[in-house]
Protein backbone atom coordinates (compact mmCIF):
# COMPACT_ATOMS: atom_id res chain seq x y z
CA UNK A 1 0.00 0.00 0.00
CA UNK A 2 1.38 3.38 -0.95
CA UNK A 3 -0.07 6.81 0.42
CA UNK A 4 -0.34 9.83 -1.95
CA UNK A 5 -0.66 13.38 -0.55
CA UNK A 6 -2.47 15.26 -3.45
CA UNK A 7 -2.24 18.92 -3.85
CA UNK A 8 -4.55 21.01 -5.29
CA UNK A 9 -3.65 24.21 -7.73
CA UNK A 10 -4.47 28.12 -7.19
CA UNK A 11 -8.19 28.97 -5.67
CA UNK A 12 -9.10 25.19 -5.77
CA UNK A 13 -8.65 23.33 -2.34
CA UNK A 14 -8.45 19.56 -1.28
CA UNK A 15 -12.01 19.60 -3.07
CA UNK A 16 -10.61 19.84 -6.45
CA UNK A 17 -9.36 15.74 -5.90
CA UNK A 18 -12.85 14.57 -4.54
CA UNK A 19 -13.25 12.35 -7.83
CA UNK A 20 -9.74 10.88 -7.81
CA UNK A 21 -9.32 10.30 -4.20
CA UNK A 22 -11.72 7.39 -4.01
CA UNK A 23 -10.63 5.67 -6.57
CA UNK A 24 -6.46 5.29 -5.29
CA UNK A 25 -8.69 3.98 -1.75
CA UNK A 26 -10.64 1.55 -3.90
CA UNK A 27 -7.00 -0.03 -5.11
CA UNK A 28 -5.92 -0.15 -1.33
CA UNK A 29 -3.80 3.38 -1.15
CA UNK A 30 -4.30 5.69 1.53
CA UNK A 31 -4.87 9.28 0.37
CA UNK A 32 -4.55 12.82 2.00
CA UNK A 33 -6.11 15.92 0.01
CA UNK A 34 -5.33 18.80 2.00
CA UNK A 35 -6.45 22.35 1.57
CA UNK A 36 -3.63 24.85 1.68
CA UNK A 37 -3.76 27.86 3.88
CA UNK A 38 -5.46 30.98 2.73
CA UNK A 39 -3.34 32.85 5.24
CA UNK A 40 -0.31 31.50 4.34
CA UNK A 41 2.86 34.47 5.22
CA UNK A 42 4.72 32.54 2.31
CA UNK A 43 5.54 29.19 0.61
CA UNK A 44 7.47 27.76 3.71
CA UNK A 45 3.81 27.60 5.28
CA UNK A 46 2.53 25.46 2.68
CA UNK A 47 5.56 23.25 2.28
CA UNK A 48 5.29 23.07 6.55
CA UNK A 49 1.46 21.95 5.91
CA UNK A 50 2.05 19.13 3.23
CA UNK A 51 5.54 17.85 4.66
CA UNK A 52 3.56 16.76 8.06
CA UNK A 53 1.69 14.90 6.13
CA UNK A 54 5.11 12.60 4.67
CA UNK A 55 4.85 9.96 7.39
CA UNK A 56 6.68 7.25 5.59
CA UNK A 57 9.21 6.09 3.01
CA UNK A 58 6.21 4.83 0.60
CA UNK A 59 4.96 7.89 0.00
CA UNK A 60 3.14 9.31 -4.00
CA UNK A 61 3.82 13.24 -4.26
CA UNK A 62 1.47 14.89 -6.85
CA UNK A 63 0.69 18.45 -7.43
CA UNK A 64 -1.53 19.78 -9.78
CA UNK A 65 -0.96 23.47 -11.23
CA UNK A 66 0.14 25.65 -8.55
CA UNK A 67 0.44 22.55 -6.79
CA UNK A 68 3.77 21.34 -8.44
CA UNK A 69 6.01 24.26 -6.99
CA UNK A 70 5.09 23.29 -3.17
CA UNK A 71 5.31 19.29 -4.39
CA UNK A 72 9.15 20.21 -5.34
CA UNK A 73 9.75 22.43 -2.62
CA UNK A 74 8.21 18.95 0.08
CA UNK A 75 10.08 16.41 -1.79
CA UNK A 76 13.55 18.17 -1.30
CA UNK A 77 12.72 17.99 2.21
CA UNK A 78 11.47 14.93 3.26
CA UNK A 79 12.60 11.37 1.01
CA UNK A 80 9.18 10.14 -1.05
CA UNK A 81 9.08 7.65 -3.85
CA UNK A 82 7.36 9.61 -6.85
CA UNK A 83 6.85 12.91 -7.35
CA UNK A 84 3.95 13.32 -10.36
CA UNK A 85 3.77 16.69 -11.54
CA UNK A 86 -0.47 17.15 -12.90
CA UNK A 87 -0.30 19.95 -15.63
CA UNK A 88 1.60 21.42 -13.09
CA UNK A 89 4.21 24.65 -12.57
CA UNK A 90 7.73 23.65 -12.05
CA UNK A 91 10.13 25.74 -11.06
CA UNK A 92 14.43 25.85 -11.59
CA UNK A 93 15.98 26.52 -8.29
CA UNK A 94 16.02 30.07 -7.50
CA UNK A 95 13.22 30.96 -9.54
CA UNK A 96 10.06 32.23 -8.38
CA UNK A 97 6.07 30.68 -9.06
CA UNK A 98 5.32 34.00 -10.50
CA UNK A 99 8.07 33.87 -13.00
CA UNK A 100 6.61 31.10 -14.89
CA UNK A 101 3.94 32.72 -16.40
CA UNK A 102 2.82 36.10 -18.19
CA UNK A 103 3.29 38.17 -15.25
CA UNK A 104 2.05 42.05 -15.12
CA UNK A 105 4.72 44.66 -15.40
CA UNK A 106 4.23 45.47 -11.68
CA UNK A 107 3.50 43.04 -9.58
CA UNK A 108 0.95 43.68 -6.37
CA UNK A 109 1.73 43.94 -2.74
CA UNK A 110 3.29 40.87 -1.46
CA UNK A 111 0.17 40.70 0.77
CA UNK A 112 -2.14 41.10 -1.69
CA UNK A 113 -5.34 37.80 -1.96
CA UNK A 114 -5.46 37.00 -5.63
CA UNK A 115 -9.36 36.49 -5.52
CA UNK A 116 -10.57 33.87 -7.91
CA UNK A 117 -12.44 34.68 -11.71
CA UNK A 118 -15.65 32.50 -12.23
CA UNK A 119 -14.95 29.15 -13.92
CA UNK A 120 -16.88 28.37 -17.47
CA UNK A 121 -18.13 25.02 -18.33
CA UNK A 122 -16.22 24.38 -21.74
CA UNK A 123 -15.04 21.24 -23.33
CA UNK A 124 -14.81 18.18 -21.05
CA UNK A 125 -15.65 20.62 -18.31
CA UNK A 126 -19.91 20.74 -17.98
CA UNK A 127 -21.84 22.95 -16.39
CA UNK A 128 -22.94 21.11 -13.19
CA UNK A 129 -18.98 20.50 -12.49
CA UNK A 130 -18.50 24.10 -13.42
CA UNK A 131 -21.35 25.56 -10.84
CA UNK A 132 -19.84 23.29 -8.07
CA UNK A 133 -16.45 24.33 -8.47
CA UNK A 134 -17.44 27.84 -8.33
CA UNK A 135 -19.39 27.73 -5.11
CA UNK A 136 -15.58 26.53 -3.69
CA UNK A 137 -13.36 28.57 -5.24
CA UNK A 138 -11.06 30.76 -2.81
CA UNK A 139 -8.63 33.73 -3.29
CA UNK A 140 -5.18 32.97 -2.64
CA UNK A 141 -2.33 34.75 -0.97
CA UNK A 142 0.06 36.12 -3.48
CA UNK A 143 3.18 35.92 -1.03
CA UNK A 144 4.07 32.40 -1.73
CA UNK A 145 4.71 32.96 -5.53
CA UNK A 146 7.72 35.37 -4.72
CA UNK A 147 9.45 32.81 -2.91
CA UNK A 148 12.60 31.58 -4.77
CA UNK A 149 12.49 27.69 -4.98
CA UNK A 150 15.64 26.00 -3.05
CA UNK A 151 18.38 24.78 -4.80
CA UNK A 152 18.92 21.02 -6.14
CA UNK A 153 16.77 18.59 -7.49
CA UNK A 154 14.40 16.26 -6.00
CA UNK A 155 15.91 12.39 -6.33
CA UNK A 156 12.50 10.52 -6.29
CA UNK A 157 11.07 9.44 -9.49
CA UNK A 158 8.90 11.91 -11.50
CA UNK A 159 6.20 12.12 -13.94
CA UNK A 160 5.18 14.61 -16.02
CA UNK A 161 1.97 14.68 -16.53
CA UNK A 162 -0.08 17.60 -19.23
CA UNK A 163 -3.50 18.31 -20.24
CA UNK A 164 -4.30 18.89 -24.22
CA UNK A 165 -7.05 21.22 -23.30
CA UNK A 166 -4.82 23.42 -21.41
CA UNK A 167 -4.06 27.34 -23.15
CA UNK A 168 -0.58 27.65 -23.59
CA UNK A 169 0.11 30.44 -21.44
CA UNK A 170 -0.54 28.71 -18.45
CA UNK A 171 2.81 28.00 -16.07
CA UNK A 172 2.81 24.06 -17.04
CA UNK A 173 3.41 25.33 -20.56
CA UNK A 174 7.03 26.70 -19.51
CA UNK A 175 7.28 23.21 -17.70
CA UNK A 176 6.36 21.46 -20.70
CA UNK A 177 8.94 23.78 -23.21
CA UNK A 178 11.61 22.86 -21.06
CA UNK A 179 10.90 19.13 -20.72
CA UNK A 180 10.77 19.11 -24.65
CA UNK A 181 14.22 21.20 -24.85
CA UNK A 182 15.55 18.35 -22.46
CA UNK A 183 14.08 15.48 -23.92
CA UNK A 184 12.28 14.54 -20.74
CA UNK A 185 9.14 12.44 -21.63
CA UNK A 186 6.18 13.25 -20.54
CA UNK A 187 2.03 11.53 -20.66
CA UNK A 188 -0.73 13.39 -22.08
CA UNK A 189 -4.90 13.26 -20.63
CA UNK A 190 -7.00 14.17 -23.35
CA UNK A 191 -9.10 16.65 -20.66
CA UNK A 192 -9.06 20.34 -19.57
CA UNK A 193 -7.22 21.94 -16.94
CA UNK A 194 -8.95 20.57 -14.15
CA UNK A 195 -8.79 17.27 -15.42
CA UNK A 196 -8.59 15.58 -12.01
CA UNK A 197 -12.22 16.77 -11.51
CA UNK A 198 -12.89 16.20 -15.24
CA UNK A 199 -11.08 12.61 -16.03
CA UNK A 200 -9.91 11.47 -12.48
CA UNK A 201 -10.28 7.87 -13.99
CA UNK A 202 -7.20 8.85 -16.20
CA UNK A 203 -4.97 10.93 -13.46
CA UNK A 204 -5.57 8.00 -10.95
CA UNK A 205 -4.69 5.32 -13.19
CA UNK A 206 -1.54 7.40 -13.76
CA UNK A 207 -1.01 8.16 -10.31
CA UNK A 208 -1.06 4.20 -9.71
CA UNK A 209 1.43 3.66 -12.46
CA UNK A 210 3.41 5.83 -10.81
CA UNK A 211 3.26 3.79 -7.41
CA UNK A 212 3.80 0.91 -9.26
CA UNK A 213 6.90 2.79 -10.43
CA UNK A 214 5.98 1.87 -14.04
CA UNK A 215 7.46 4.12 -16.87
CA UNK A 216 4.45 6.28 -19.00
CA UNK A 217 3.67 6.06 -22.41
Known amino acids: MSTFVLVHGAFRGGWA ?16 APTLSETA ?3 ETWVD ?6 TGDDV ?43 SPLQLPPRETM ?18 WMNERLAPVPFAPSLDPASAGEPVAATTYVFCTG ?3 AYPCGTTRSRLDERGIPYAWVEAGHDAP ?3 PDAVAEL ?3 AAREEEIA
Request: glycine letters at 8%.
Open 17 to 32: WDRVAPLLRAAGHEVH
Open 49 to 54: EVAALV
Open 114 to 131: IPPRPIESAGDLDAATAA
Open 60 to 102: VLAGHSQGGVVVREVALRVPVRAIVYVDAAVPEPGERAVDLGA
Open 41 to 43: SGL
Open 197 to 199: LTR
Open 207 to 209: LLA
Open 166 to 168: TPA
